[in-house]
């Protein structure tokens, strides 16, 4: 069906909305070159490398607890550590072995933190999970038991903000949501792995939503999608009629329309206030990524211990889409790719907009990585910073409307209270304003800097309290 | 006319003064005398060292306070503190100076660099993105901040070892950069008798392998100075070894025994050879106390080969490497 639907695109007999009758955020927002390399490419499974390293802090909250010890043998979705508080997630083996070790690791925040080292041995995998390919639409649990087997499968936001998914879905007393919003919109550039899973697993992806909807009692759901993936759309809009209650939303491109507030402005048109959670205006937001992983812990017993990573660049032999297990290091990905090319100069977790450069290709894959990004040495070099010429660019494209240049200086100047009275702690570090800067200033180094300080000030301020 | 006007003159003049000094009376804020001239003897840096807001805290501290206990004035030091006591009127309370130390030594020599960053030269921005440019995720990044951060001239970073030095005659030991340090590798210790001091120039909490591969200067938490030590000065948590400079006699002999060449010795005289007994030289001039402890030459050196002997079981590498110098070397000065 996909086949026929991507000749009827291409043959022009599907229309797409044009560009400017689309909806999309009101304040900010930049437009970067899209350089989806690997879009179209199908999702290339990867076999298990000799040796995963499964970080126990893979999340935001508590780092998780190993309940497993050197020498245990374990199968492939095995509990090997559980949530160590309330925000925090289970982690699940990725592979069948035996534990080599647990030990600090280089991960990818860039420093060694806790994890676990199992030596693969062949690929055995729990008998619970359903590894078959039908799909299963009906669902006779309650509510709380979505949510339950939820928190079991240790799913968190596969966005990269690897937010412990059970905790969203579990608003404090007093909210209630009242919209469900899928993010489809991968504004990183480069990126597709996200676009990958929709077009091939689309079904689930919607079955996945109507299990969410169940989970909170929400009637109404809306996949919110950006015009550049018209194939997804197209996909998606065709079988969304099936399910009650699912929207697609085509959205205007802009960068950086996957961030949570974002995208609750261009679908829902409600703006979440400085400092406030989106459930705070009825909304729950749930990454693509996330709303598969929990169709498959729901519907298939199966655990989060793989994702879809986009392993791009514009020298790289063949950029593509690789369904990798947790754990993995990126130096396996990278050769699967083509290996690393000669003059690389960076190799970045994540995109390059919000992306982290990392040490070593050591680091392994974890459940928030959506690609491994590689950049040429002459695409990787910094400009040289001159002064500000305050030309109020970077106030222009700000999604979330502050002044980075001002709190920029007060971080360089460490006048705290000034940084925290201009909502320094707002920023999503999406780095629109650096992107723009016209002097190559390091906005978002400096308030990145300065916005750990100011929340470390206010946690201080609260415990002292 | 004109004794109409001087008299209604007066009597304004005189109600205004009633008034004046009724409000006077009535709105007083009485400050003791004392602060202004304690601040008068002050430094007045307001480098906030002392731990009070400014020179004039720290002064209404003073007066405040039954005794000069706990109070200190880390910029003038005793000699301030002495005066800031003559005028109080109260009992000068001995207090040892403290200095910065910086606990890395992985030169550039020692630490190669594994990855190079491109982003701002600060070590506060560097650290929220990683672990540094080198293997070890502890030590010392280099860009300064600490320098930036002293009021005093007194820290600047070695261009040929990317390392801070302090000046001791310049440093103040107010903290400033030990708080802009978010390695935390600067700590305050006590300056010691003739600004004599030995501390671990490490802060690598990495196992000993992992610790070497990425710095041949660090500390691999061997413990062979826990076990040389007789004052129970010296601790090893998480692969570090910790000597605690009130329990350190400054005897050295930790200083010997480091395969690694972590424990570094400030000040001290250059070692003689292995005839003359070094320990009976120093130990006089810095604590008289320890004469009594410090055992003759060559009850010292039995311990030693012993942990060479039980080292070497336990820890081949290491322990091959370095152990069979320990009994020629036990008195020259390995940094």
């Known amino acids: ?465 | 006319m004109i004794l109409i006007a001087i008299i209604l003159l007066g009597a304004i003049g005189a109600i205004s003064a009633i008034m004046l000094y009724a409000a006077s009376k009535k709105f007083e804020v009485y400050e003791d005398p004392r602060i202004a001239q304690v601040q008068e003897v002050l430094p007045g840096a307001n480098c906030g060292g002392c731990g009070h807001p400014g020179c004039s805290g720290f002064a209404s501290a003073c007066v405040k306070a039954d005794t000069l206990e706990g109070l200190l004035c880390p910029v003038g030091g005793m000699p301030v503190m002495s005066k800031v006591a003559a005028v109080l009127g109260k009992e000068v309370v001995n207090t040892e100076p403290m200095v910065a130390v910086v606990r890395c030594n992985g030169t550039c020599e020692a630490r190669p660099r594994i990855n190079s960053y491109n982003g701002v030269k600060k070590c506060s921005i560097a650290s929220t993105l990683y672990g540094g440019e080198t293997g070890c995720s502890f030590g010392c990044l280099g860009f300064g901040d600490c320098e930036a951060a002293c009021n005093f001239d007194a820290i600047h970073v070695n261009p040929a070892t990317g390392l801070p030095e302090v000046d001791e005659d310049k440093c103040t030991s107010c903290g400033a950069c030990v708080k802009a340090c978010p390695k935390g590798i600067i700590q305050l210790r006590k300056k010691g008798p003739k600004s004599r001091r030995i501390f671990v120039s490490c802060m690598n909490k990495d196992k000993g392998a992992v610790a070497r591969k990425a710095c041949t200067n660090a500390c691999i938490g061997c413990g062979k100075c826990a076990k040389e030590c007789q004052f129970d000065a010296i601790t090893v948590e998480n692969n570090l070894a910790y000597i605690d400079f009130n329990k350190c006699r400054l005897c050295r002999k930790c200083v010997a025994v480091c395969p690694t060449g972590a424990i570094h010795e400030l000040n001290f005289p250059p070692r003689k050879e292995v005839a003359t007994p070094t320990a009976d030289k120093v130990q006089p001039a810095t604590a008289p106390k320890a004469v009594t402890t410090t055992a003759p030459k060559a009850e010292v050196k039995a311990p030693a080969a012993e942990i060479k002997a039980s080292e070497a079981e336990k820890k081949a590498p290491v322990a091959e490497a370095t152990a069979p110098k320990i009994s020629e070397e036990t008195n020259q000065n390995k940094i």
């Open chain 1, 1 to 465: 069906m996909l086949k026929q639907l991507l000749q009827k695109y291409q043959k022009k007999q599907i229309k797409i909305k044009s560009n400017n009758m689309l909806r999309t955020f009101r304040i900010g927002g930049i437009h970067p070159p899209e350089n989806k390399l690997s879009a179209g490419k199908k999702i290339t499974v990867l076999a298990a490398p000799k040796q995963v390293i499964i970080p126990l802090g893979q999340h935001i909250g508590a780092p998780a607890q190993a309940v497993v010890q050197k020498g245990d043998v374990v199968k492939v979705g095995t509990l090997i550590a559980k949530a160590g508080g309330f925000v925090s997630a289970n982690i699940h083996s990725s592979v069948s072995g035996k534990v080599n070790k647990i030990d600090n690791a280089l991960d990818a925040s860039g420093y060694k933190r806790p994890a676990i080292f199992i030596d693969v041995d062949g690929d055995e995998w729990e008998e619970t999970i359903d590894r078959s390919d039908t799909l299963v639409k009906e669902c006779s649990l309650s509510a709380k038991e979505i949510v339950a087997k939820i928190a079991q499968a240790g799913i968190v936001g596969m966005g990269g903000a690897t937010f412990p998914t059970q905790v969203k879905l579990t608003p404090p007393p007093g909210s209630k949501a009242d919209i469900i919003i899928v993010n489809a919109v991968e504004c990183e550039p480069y990126l597709t792995a996200d676009h990958s899973l929709i077009l091939e697993k689309a079904e689930q992806i919607l079955v996945g939503t109507s299990l969410l909807m169940k989970a909170v009692d929400v009637n109404r759901a809306v996949i919110g999608i950006e015009n550049n993936k018209p194939d997804a759309i197209a996909l998606l809009q065709e079988l969304a009629g099936n399910y009650k209650g699912i929207d697609i939303m085509p959205l205007k491109m802009k960068y950086p329309q996957g961030g949570e507030k974002q995208l609750i402005d261009a679908v829902a048109n409600r703006q979440v206030k400085s400092g406030a959670l989106p459930i705070s205006e009825g909304a729950i937001v749930q990454n693509v990524g996330t709303v598969y992983a929990i169709y498959e812990a729901v519907q298939k017993n199966k655990p989060l211990f793989e994702r879809v990573v986009t392993v791009t660049g514009k020298s790289v032999a063949n950029p593509s889409n690789f369904l990798v297990r947790i754990g993995t290091p990126v130096s396996v990905l990278i050769d699967a790719a083509g290996g690393i090319p000669e003059d690389t100069g960076k190799i970045i977790n994540g995109g390059p907009m919000m992306g982290k450069a990392l040490m070593s290709t050591d680091v392994p894959v974890t459940k928030g990585s959506s690609g491994i990004l590689l950049l040429t040495r002459k695409e990787s070099e910094r400009k040289p910073a001159s002064d500000c010429i305050r030309c109020g660019k970077c106030i222009d494209v700000c999604p979330m409307g502050l002044n980075p240049t001002l709190l920029m200086n007060a971080t360089e100047f460490k006048n705290w209270e000034l940084a925290e009275k201009n909502h320094i702690t707002d920023c999503i570090e999406c780095g629109s304003c650096i992107y723009t800067c016209p002097a190559y200033r390091p906005l978002l180094d400096y308030i990145r800097s300065g916005k750990g300080t100011v929340m470390n000030i206010i946690r201080t301020r609260k415990a002292t309290k």
